[in-house]
């Protein structure tokens, strides 16, 4: 079989984030997150887990930096712990926090990695939360200055940044479904910090262009793979209605400068209104999206459903998560953005999520599902690539596995095993194949 070549410079590497992995979370002066309150909140999380030690990557980041380099990742993407570097959010900030983070980057350039820094994973200051969390006009200055704070800090080093992770499933999952912190049911409120989370992310990239000359920004999003149900024109703009939702809620009003027409159809005046001001600032020019996908969902239209859309259960193999293995769905979501917004972009999250997957006689993890995971969501990537589609760069979830957050320690993403008890870390079979991929620069 011929090997599918990836263009020179193709960035290869993994993804994590801090609260999931880096425990340790109130060390040396940090302050409380929402998920450090969520996860002691009894009955919340699988097991009644949290991130107080997870991977331990706070005192094991020089270890996990020389694994990553053994494995032959030439990039990295990790997030920073707002409170780690302002304890209340605002105003003093954590001397020993900055320098954490300022050790790791100097660490993985020494080890030939490319940092790529996601400044907002979900941890949110708690006592911003306090202070109304992503309701409250003001959090947009205050995260402006935070990340302002870590571009001085690394944007000399540091040249790709991301401001958000995510956003619908903070806002959606965490306050108005409340399986995620900070564990609300506010739908108005929801769509409220949504917009204050566009004026964050609006006014960090003004500075970010004052303070990191050269350097690239911008912003990722989960995606799914909204396929209609069947060739019924309702069960497409049924689909069409939860793209909206879901794939297009943040970044049309960044790329396009408007929220999606079906969004402001289904939600009217609860969705905030976009005046000039907000306008100019959401379309701070940004230089790439980036694309967490991991499934599909097939959509049909249902009077009665939210959106008035039902989401079938597709008929496939699925993981451990019951998530659709579908690979198909990358490359659809990859066209859909492209055509849509035009812009370079990158996979910043895919993989696959299964029990325990404990090493063999041979001390081997055999996670032949995963690697075949991989391997078929590379294959849509190397396509749409031929398609003429600016695909940088595919980091795959998760460099190990970590706190799973409403899943707590019982779902495992990781190409490197992490035993909870003792610590040890184990590339798996697909962390083997993967460094062959990321040698070759092909499959």
Known sequence: MPVLRFPNGFLWGS??????????????????????????????????????????????????????????????????????????????TNPAGIAFYDRLVDGLLEAGIEPMITLYHWDLPQKLQDEGGWSNPQIARHYADYAATMFDACGDRVKKWITFNEPWVFHWVGSVLGIHAPGHHDMAGAFLGGHHTLRAHGLAVQRFRDQVPGGEIGITVSVQAHVPASDDLLDEEAAARARAFNNEWFVDPIVLGEYPAALREQFGTMLPEIDDDDRALFQAPIDFLGINYYTRNLERHDEQGFLQVATERAIGVHTAMDWEIYPAGLYRVLHEFHERYRLPLYVTENGAGYEDETPGPDGRVNDRERLRYIQSHLEMCHRAISDGIDLRGYLVWSLMDNFEWGFGYAKRFGIVRCDFETLARTPKASALWYRRVIEENGI
């Open 15 to 92: 993804a994590t984030a801090s609260y999931q992995i880096e425990g340790s979370p109130l060390a040396d002066g940090a302050g409380a997150s929402i998920w450090h309150t969520f996860s002691h909140t009894p009955g919340v999380i699988a097991g009644n887990d949290n991130g107080d030690v997870a991977c331990d990557h706070y005192r094991r980041w020089k270890s996990d930096v020389a694994l990553m380099r053994e494995l032959g990742h030439r990039a990295y993407r990790f997030s920073v712990s707002w409170p780690r570097i302002f304890p209340d959010g605002h105003g003093r």
